[in-house]
């Protein structure tokens, strides 16, 4: 049936859709005011786990997100503070989207060897570098710990060293190595509640974000589950052919401590009781897969002596321009002798160029 020109109306018109969109695309990304921020405490397969404290009538509450497209590659890591937008409820089967991530206050970073220049951002925002290693089974492998502490000078952290399994082998002989760099340690055993070594690390841990670090086999698991009862971390054992332990953990998490115990003397029982419980008072621990190699090909020398400053004034008043501070022509050799670095000069400079062949990945046999 043929229809006359005079019955055709607009809605008779045809309109062809644009391949590219129907509105031109804008750069402008939205700044969600309104989003939320939340603690990362795990990554699994494009799925970050947080925790978002309360607020909003709402009560501290876990909650799943993916990462949004505006993001890129950004790296989110386990101790990130990321803001998100969504579903953020916390209830089951619900996910949220990460669309920001939060300022950081520290990154641990590693390299894959000495030689490859990509970073890989282990965990942010964490205070203390605690490097784990056992005193025997396996042999402690000193240059490991050594790189350990160049990533926590470099990352501004402080580092804690912890020796385990003192039952099999004394530490005294091995902590002497690291007395000119006044670290701070603690030497643990069979780790039984109430023990005088795990008592002290709760002390060292409190109130801080701490990230442990250690090579397979050394106990890390067994620690982090004295520590928090909950965690429940699959522990191995050593291979007695290699001396070398089996990976058990496969990826990074992070754990609150749970409340330490209270005080006996009531005058401080009843502050307790009168001030309200900060649930992050007794700290968090942000537990890492075993390594074993660190690499610091992104480590800048001139930060590592920069947290010796008994040395660096010397470094910066008679050193050569590109000094290694480990050459003939290094001014902290006098300096050191007409007794600037003050007692114990000598044995911090050893200190800082074992440290320095360490991060350069050179023989320390001298």
């Not at 020109?5 to 700044?31: F, I």
């Not at 509450?61 to 497209?69: C, E, F, K």
């Not at 008994?310 to 590109?322: I, Q």
């Not at 480990?326 to 000069?345: F, I, K």
């Amino acid at each position: 049936m043929s229809r006359s020109s005079r019955s055709w109306d607009e809605s008779d018109v045809r309109v062809r859709p644009n391949r590219r969109g129907s509105r031109p695309r804008t750069k402008d990304r939205p700044k969600h005011e309104d989003a939320i921020v939340g603690r990362v405490t795990a990554v699994d397969r494009g799925r970050w786990t947080t925790l978002v404290p309360a607020g909003e009538g709402l009560p501290e509450r876990v909650v799943i997100a993916m990462r949004a497209r505006e993001l890129g590659r950004s790296p989110v890591v386990v101790g990130d503070r990321v803001a998100m937008v969504g579903d953020t409820s916390g209830a089951p089967d619900t996910l949220a989207r990460i669309v920001r991530i939060e300022e950081r206050a520290t990154v641990l970073r590693r390299t894959a060897d000495d030689t490859d220049p990509v970073e890989r951002v282990i965990v942010a925002n964490a205070d203390q570098l605690v490097v784990v290693a056992a005193l025997a089974d396996p042999e402690p492998r000193p240059r490991l710990i050594d790189r350990c502490l160049v990533a926590a000078y470099d990352a501004g952290m402080d580092p804690l060293l912890v020796l385990t399994k003192s039952d099999l082998a004394s530490a005294e002989d091995f902590l002497a190595q690291y007395a000119p760099l006044d670290v701070p340690h603690v030497v643990t055993s069979v780790l039984t509640e109430g023990s005088e070594g795990l008592a002290e690390l709760r002390r060292r841990l409190a109130g801080r974000v701490s990230v442990l670090v250690g090579h397979s086999g050394v106990g890390k698991s067994t620690l982090v589950n004295a520590l928090c009862p909950d965690a429940d971390r699959a522990t191995g054992h050593v291979n007695d052919v290699t001396g070398r332990g089996r990976h058990t953990s496969t990826s990074a998490l992070g754990l609150r401590l749970p409340p330490l115990p209270p005080s006996h003397d009531r005058e401080d029982v009843r502050a307790q009781e009168a001030e309200p419980v900060d649930p992050d008072a007794a700290g968090w621990i942000i537990d890492t897969p075993g390594i074993r190699s660190f690499g610091l090909a992104h480590v800048d020398p001139d930060r590592i002596i920069g947290h010796f400053p008994e040395l660096a004034e010397g470094a910066d008043e008679g050193c050569p321009r590109g000094c290694t501070h480990d050459e003939p022509d290094c001014a902290l050799d006098a300096w050191v002798a007409a007794g600037h670095a003050g007692p114990g000069g000598e044995q911090r400079l050893d200190s800082l160029r074992r440290l320095l062949r360490a991060r350069s990945g050179e023989s320390d046999e001298r």
